[in-house]
């Protein structure tokens, strides 16, 4: 069954302090994984996209990792600031088959406070 | 460049009643989907329009639901008539191509009463 199972489920951190999400997958055929973030009240914007042979791959403070042999991602986000709050979806694309080609995570809410 | 855009933003109904979701894509985008977040799940699939026609409607929960997208442009999402389990965030998404990137709009939150 293709699933997406993210960690932790929520955290809380103080601003400037650096936080890792973690992506476990069991999705096949792996496409690509991206991670997205969605601000209360507004729908889900990527903030990156990695491919089978990419392992890391950055956007500003965001850096995100993919390790697909053991179908493993985490998203590293830097001297958080207060605009980080959110929740972060890690969502894996699938070659083909029923039920659309995006499987999303649960999301982890993260909570930057001052 | 306007996002993909949603109305109504809430909606609240009692139990048997009908509700109609809208959704605006970016312009120019052929594709088109419907997922929905029920409270404490992940965000599910339900539907996937190339113009007007229906790519892949695997994820429609029953026929309760009906999705239309005559000309190409807006989709509508109807639900009729609404149940309990029906309530959750409505998420409407456009693409240029079907494997590219998807552009999500603001969801639309039902409550079924």
């Known amino acids: 069954k293709n699933q997406v199972e993210q960690s932790p489920q929520s955290l809380i951190i103080l601003e400037g302090k650096n936080c890792t999400l973690q992506?476990?997958?069991?999705?096949?055929?792996?496409?690509?994984l991206r991670w997205y973030k969605q601000d209360t009240g507004r729908g889900p914007v990527s903030l990156t996209i990695?491919?089978?042979?990419?392992n890391t791959k950055s956007n500003g403070r965001y850096t995100a990792t993919l390790d697909a042999d053991t179908k493993q991602s985490s998203l590293h986000i830097t001297a958080s600031q207060l605009s980080d709050s959110a929740s972060y979806i890690c969502?894996?694309?699938?070659?083909?088959?029923?039920?659309?080609?995006?499987?999303f995570g649960k999301g982890t809410k993260l909570s930057v406070k001052p | 460049e306007a996002g993909v855009t949603q109305f109504p933003s809430h909606s609240v109904i009692e139990k048997g009643q009908t509700v109609t979701l809208r959704c605006d894509p970016i312009?120019?985008?052929?594709?088109l989907y419907w997922y929905r977040r029920v409270m404490g799940k992940e965000i599910k699939f339900l539907l996937h329009?190339?113009?007007?026609?229906?790519?892949?409607e695997s994820g429609m929960p029953n026929n309760r639901f009906l999705a239309e997208r005559t000309g190409g442009t807006y989709s509508t999402l109807k639900v009729q008539p609404a149940e309990l389990e029906d309530s959750g965030v409505y998420f409407c998404?456009?693409?240029?191509?079907?494997?590219?990137?998807?552009?999500f709009g603001p969801g639309t939150r039902l409550t079924v009463l």
């Open positions: 992506c476990n997958y069991t999705v096949s055929p792996f496409s690509n």
């Open positions: 312009s120019g985008h052929d594709n």
């Open positions: 998404a456009s693409s240029q191509d079907p494997f590219g990137e998807q552009f």
């Open positions: 329009f190339v113009k007007e026609s229906k790519q892949d």
């Open positions: 969502v894996v694309r699938h070659y083909g088959g029923s039920q659309g080609n995006l499987i």
């Open positions: 990695m491919t089978f042979s990419e």
